[in-house]
């Protein structure tokens, strides 16, 4: 049996806790599909300053490299946010990004039909959302040169190469492939240079993929079709930055931030990790959501070790659980009673083991 290397690093805040119940998930899931997990666990973000004064710790670093997959749950540390830049957890982060040359990130957002009425938005709306944001995640105004702080001026950059729009590109349209076949290309080609070449270059993949509808939309334009049209979205392909923004944006038509699962792919192993953050004040508490980070493993399975048929069996079992009217504290409805983050991630795992008995039978 082959044995899988997956790298885990719980880093700050809420991450530890909702880590221990998507690892509780993975084990079940060994258990009903006859899969072998190595995990080993090493530290990130604030956790990592603490024990090596670095955000990603040389350990860390060799570890994830050599890894079949790397499971995340969140970083920062309110204690952190005035520090020097090499020492903040977000830095941390992004250098992992960079090491692993994650260079596409998918942010799928669907809204479970029971979780309806968490959204602001109004259930017509909802009704039908089923998109996936890929959001290029190693160029933009996050990495680029020169960037600085001088006195009263400050500046970043932003640039990209034809090379890194058309590799996430091909990954939107992969994508798009086999789901509804329409890619909107998010940018702000109407003021920037890089979003007239990113425009080009889109246009220039789609040629490859004669199936595949493409539109063009303005990044402001496609913030407000999120929440006045959301539906009418397939696949989003953005910028790093505008990616980041419209994902957040989009995790409200969910019914909770934290639902929602990412994983972010390039060439070698891919990292995965919930969308949400650290939430410094909900740690330690067992109120936090499980369920993005439960999710997060089922993209591991699909995306990381290709293993579908588990993937799905996550899904599903995420589903029964909200179906059996088990909610957490951030989608109890007022006066809806709720269970904490250990006994969500419990109910998740027993059904994973259930939905095998229900097959046998
Ligand atoms: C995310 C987060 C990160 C980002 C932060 C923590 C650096 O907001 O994954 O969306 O901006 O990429
Ligand atoms: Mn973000």
């Not at 950059?157 to 091909?170: G, H, K, N, P």
């Not at 086999?178 to 990113?198: C, H, M, P």
Request: aromatic share 4%.
């Amino acid at each position: 049996m082959k044995t899988y290397r997956i790298a885990v690093l719980p880093g700050d805040g809420i991450g530890p806790e909702v880590i221990a119940q998507a690892v509780r998930v993975l084990e079940a899931v060994g258990e009903r599909f006859e899969l072998h997990f190595a995990l080993e666990t090493f530290p990130i973000g604030a956790a990592g300053v603490a024990v090596a004064k670095n955000p990603l710790p040389p350990e860390t670093r060799a570890a994830v490299v050599k890894s079949d997959a790397v499971l995340l749950g969140a970083v920062g540390d309110p204690s952190l946010d005035a520090a020097p830049r090499e020492l903040r957890p977000e830095t941390g982060l992004l250098a992992l990004r960079k090491l692993l040359n994650v260079f596409a990130n998918l942010r799928p957002v669907s809204v479970h039909p029971a979780l309806l009425g968490r959204s602001p938005l109004k259930p017509e709306r909802l009704r039908g959302v089923d998109l996936l944001v890929v959001r290029e995640l190693t160029g933009g105004l996050y990495y680029g040169e020169p960037r600085g702080r001088n006195g009263s001026t400050a500046v970043n950059t932003l640039a990209y190469s034809a090379s890194e729009i058309d590799r996430v590109a091909q990954v939107a349209f992969e994508a798009a492939r086999g789901r509804r076949r329409l890619v909107t290309s998010v940018d702000k080609a109407n003021v920037l240079e890089v979003s007239q070449l990113w425009r080009e270059t889109v246009t220039r993949v789609a040629r490859d993929y004669p199936e595949v509808r493409l539109e063009h939309c303005y990044v402001d334009t496609a913030a407000m079709r999120l929440v006045s049209e959301p539906a009418t979205f397939d696949v989003v392909l953005t910028e790093n930055m505008f990616g980041d923004i419209l994902s957040d944006e989009a995790a409200v038509l969910a019914g909770s931030l934290g639902l929602l699962p990412s994983a972010s792919l390039g060439s070698g192993p891919g990292l995965f990790e919930p969308v949400h953050g650290s939430a410094p004040p909900l740690a330690g508490r067992d109120v936090a959501n499980p369920l993005g980070a439960i999710a997060t493993v089922a993209l591991l399975l699909r995306h990381g070790l290709k293993q579908p048929d588990a993937a799905a069996a996550v899904d599903e079992a995420i589903a029964a659980a909200l179906d059996s009217g088990a909610r957490t504290q951030d989608l109890a409805q007022r006066g809806e009673a709720w269970i904490g983050t250990a006994e969500m991630g419990a109910r998740v795992a027993e059904l994973v083991v259930a939905e095998a008995l229900e097959g046998l039978s």
